[in-house]
C-alpha cells in the first residue's frame, strides 16, 4: 500500500494538472403566458319586471293551483327561461308610482297595468309601446280579433294606436249572492209577508235596499249584512255611477266619458235620477246595512267582506270576484249564485279592464309582447277563465268548460249587453275625488243629496274649465 502510494504521488508530480473546466454558462429562463382561448360570452339571462295594481284577477298570474302549478310566472319562466317579477300594489300608490316612472322616461319596468278609469293620464303622455307595431316586428300574431272589441276600441286604442290590451274583461256593476239565504223556506215566507213579493235577486236598486235591510241582522245565531258599500276617497264615486247609468240617468251623454258630462263637457250628474240614485246610498249608510267600515271602504274591502262570509249579497266591477269559489280563500265557496244587473229601458251597465301596456323606455320590448302574449293568449285566458278571470276573448266563452262557470255564463251576458267606458278624460280622477268627498258629505248628513250633487258639479265644472274644456 506505501508503494502504491509513493508511486501515484510521483505520476501527479512529473504530471501537469488539466486545465480547469469552462464555467457553465447562467441561462435565464422567459416564461410567455399565451392569452386564454377566445369563447363567446354566455347570453344574459331575460328578466322583466312589470308593476299592477293588487286587484284580485292578477292572483292567478302567481298563484299556485291546479290549473296553473306555481303560477303562470313560474311556468312562463320555466318554458321560456325569462324571469318575469310582477310587483302588485294598492290601486291609488300603483297610480302614483307608475306615473312617476313613466314621466321620467324611467326603463325600470318594462310593463305596467294601467286602469281604464284614468286612461286619460296615460295615453295622450306617448308612453307605450304600439302592440301592433311590436306584432309586426316579432312575426307573432296577437289574435286582436278574437279580443272583445269594445275593450281595446275604447279604452286601449289612442290616436289609431293600439296601446293597452284588456287583461280581462270588466262589467259593472256585477252581482253575487248567497244561494242558501234567498232560498231558505223560512227567510222566504217572512220576506213576502214583509214586502209583499217573493224574495229574490234584486230587479231594481230599490229592491237592492229592501235585501239590505231584511238580511242585515242575526240569522241562526250569526251576524250577517245586506252588503258591503262603497265609500272610500275616490271610489264612492262608483257606488252612484252603478245606479245612475243603470237608471238611465246618462241619457244624452257622452259616450267615451262614460255619459256623466254631454258634448259639451256640461256635467249631466246632478239630474233626478241622480238624486234618486244618491238617496238610494244615503239610505244604506244611514240605516247601517251594510258591512262595518264607514267612509274607508275601498275596492279590495268589498272583496275582502264578502269573503269573510257573513255579507248576504254583493256587486262590484267583474274584476273584484276571481276567488270567490275557493274554499280556501272565501267562506262563500260553495253557496254562490250570480245575477245581472237590474238595468232599466235608457239605462246601461259600465265596461272596463286594467290594461296592460308595454313601456316605450323599457330594454326589451319585443321580449315583453312575447311575455304578454302568452300571458294574454287564448290558451292562457281559458285556462283562467275556468278559475274565475273574467275572459278577454270570444273564444274562451264558447268553452263549454269555461261557461260551465255560471259566474261565466253571467258576465257573457253582460259582455254582450250594452255598455259604456269608463270615463276618458284627464281630468276625471280629480273630478272622482270630490265627487266622492260629496257623496260622503250627504252619506254622513252634511248636506242633502241634492246639494251635494249641485256642489259636486260646481266643483267639476272648475276643474273642467282651467283643463280649457269651455274655451
Known sequence: MVVGAAAVAAYYALTPPSPPAPPTPTTTEIVTTAPPPTTTAPPVAVSLRGETTSDPNFYLWDKDSTVTPGGLLAEYEKNTGVKVTLERIDWMAHYEKSRLELQSKSPAYDFFCYDSYVRGSYLPNDWFSDWKELESKTGLDMGFSDIVAKYIDDEG??????LGVPSGAFMSPFFTYRKSLFENPKL????????????????SWEEVNELDEFFTRKIDGVQWYGQSLLMAPEAASDEFYFRWLTMGGGKGGRKLSMLIVDDKFEPLINNDIGVKALELIVQIFKKKWCAPGGTEVSWVDITSNYFAGDVAMGYMWSCAWPGVDDPAVSKAAGDLAWHLPPVDKDGVCAHASLMMAINKFGKQPEETYKFLRWILSPEQDRRMGIIGNNPLRISTYKDPQVMAN??????????????????????????????????????????TARQALDDAVTKWREILKKSGRYG
Do not use: R, W
Not at 222566504?188 to 230587479?203: Q, V
Not at 267606458?421 to 254622513?444: H, T
Open 406 to 447: 255560471p259566474m261565466n255564463e253571467t258576465l257573457y251576458e253582460m259582455v254582450m249587453s250594452p255598455s259604456v267606458p269608463q270615463c276618458d278624460l284627464p281630468e276625471f280622477g280629480e273630478m272622482n275625488y270630490e265627487f266622492s268627498l260629496e257623496i260622503q258629505n250627504a252619506a254622513l248628513g252634511k248636506k
Open 188 to 203: 222566504k215566507d217572512e220576506f213576502e209577508k214583509k214586502y209583499g213579493h217573493p224574495l229574490a235577486p234584486p230587479k
Open 157 to 162: 286604442t289612442y290616436d289609431g294606436k293600439i
